[in-house]
């Protein structure tokens, strides 16, 4: 369980986000809404410890944690990004395989076959020793969530999944989802796209903008 | 053809001090030139600045003065180099500032999202840069870098002036002592068979680079 208390976030004297409250129960999916500019992508990177907060706190499992310094535990957060992220000069097994082998100190074979299991999982066989680029834009983003979840991750984040998307991949997106949590996974989901959220959510936070 | 191989070990010869300064100054400058140009891309402005003022200084005057000022200027303040290594120094200065003003463009062309990605996989500052920046980075700054290689080879000829018998040296002193073109001319054919060499390894080195876009 993932809980965020009175996060508050600022750039340049602008208050970005004001005191956000949010709990995110075991196997659940969150979803983060509003209009653009609101701070959904902030929240999302404050919880994935890409920014620093300026005052809040966050408790995994009732223990408090920064997402920012948590580096050396467990991997708390896998993150899918709006625009992927993949490696380009690495394969879609490498992309998958080089955190496991390097962070988590996984033997060549373990990693690799973890890879395929999840790679299978979500229909990318004989993919794997493509570049990202010979990629289509859905398979992109699946190989995004198999490398984010083959760090073990206890919640996994999406920023935008939709938004790069053709509009009919949408229910695909729909699907994966829905399958990570018929498996288990905690999920939090940033996106404007409402029905797309209203269809996947158990919970919804409402991001408004500030003025 | 007769004279051809009187004169033709002599050349060789030059060729070996030419292939040694070139070889060494691209061994020591393109590692030193990754280095700084990572300097020049971080926040700490003291170090920022004084490598603007290397580079500078490295790209603002002629290569052919910084090797007098090394191997004649220095000596004055008490700095003496053999004339080989006031070479290899002069060379290696001048090219990393050169090999840093590259890398820095290719570092920059990396979107901060590859670092982000990296660190949310909590990847470590050196893993992401050695596995996901520098693979990058090569790959977009290597016509360029061929570019200065090929200058490299050339620039070489430049030890002259210092006294290093290199390969157009030793051409000259034939074309002196026997007045005929004769050595100039094996000489240029020396030089474009060394940058044709260069040329060969560069297109290998991209070919490699393109199976990923």
């Known amino acids: 369980m993932l809980e965020l208390k009175n996060i508050t976030k600022r750039f340049a004297g602008k208050l970005i986000l004001d005191g956000v409250n949010l709990t995110v129960n075991d196997g659940q999916i969150l979803t983060i809404v509003g209009p653009s500019g609101a701070g959904k992508t902030t929240l999302l990177r404050c919880i994935s410890g890409l920014e620093e907060t300026d005052s809040g706190d966050f408790f995994l499992d009732g223990q408090p944690f920064n997402p920012v310094t948590n580096r050396n535990n467990d991997t708390v957060m896998g993150v899918v990004f709006q625009d992927f992220q993949l490696f380009p000069n690495l394969t879609v097994l490498q992309n998958v395989t080089l955190a496991p082998t390097m962070v988590l100190k996984q033997s060549k074979a373990e990693a690799e076959a973890t890879a395929q299991r999840l790679l299978k999982q979500l229909n990318l066989d004989g993919k794997a020793d493509l570049y990202p680029y010979e990629l289509s834009g859905g398979q992109k983003q699946r190989v995004a969530i198999v490398r984010a979840l083959a760090m073990r991750p206890k919640l996994l984040c999406y920023d935008e999944p939709t938004s790069a998307l053709d509009p009919d991949l949408r229910k695909e997106v729909e699907e994966i989802i829905l399958k990570l949590k018929a498996e288990g996974m905690t999920q939090i989901v940033v996106t404007h796209d409402m029905p797309f959220a209203e269809s996947i959510a158990d919970q919804m936070l409402r991001v408004e903008a500030k003025s | ?213």
């Open chain 2, 1 to 213: 053809m007769n004279y051809v191989s009187q004169i033709l070990p002599s050349l060789i010869s030059g060729t070996g001090t030419t292939l040694s300064i070139f070889f060494w100054t691209l061994i020591i400058s393109v590692p030193l030139g990754i280095l700084v140009g990572l300097g020049m891309i971080t926040n700490f402005k003291p170090l920022t600045w004084l490598i603007d003022v290397y580079v500078w200084l490295m790209r603002g005057t002629p290569l052919l003065l910084q090797l007098i000022f090394v191997f004649y200027g220095l000596p004055i303040i008490g700095i003496v180099f053999q004339r080989y290594d006031a070479a290899l120094f002069a060379f290696i200065l001048n090219y990393t500032a050169y090999f840093a003003e590259i890398f820095r463009g290719g570092l920059q062309a990396i979107p901060v999202g590859q670092y982000e990605s990296a660190r949310v996989l909590r990847l470590t500052n050196w893993q992401t840069l050695r596995k996901i920046v520098i693979p990058q980075v090569v790959k977009i700054v290597l016509p360029s870098i061929g570019n200065e290689v090929i200058n490299l080879i050339k620039d070489s000829s430049l030890v002259y002036v210092i006294g290093l018998g290199d390969l157009l040296r030793a051409g000259n002193v034939a074309m002196a002592r026997d007045v005929t073109l004769v050595p100039m001319v094996l000489v240029a054919v020396i030089y474009l068979l060394l940058t044709a060499v260069c040329t060969v390894v560069l297109k290998r080195l991209e070919k490699h680079y393109s199976a990923w876009r």
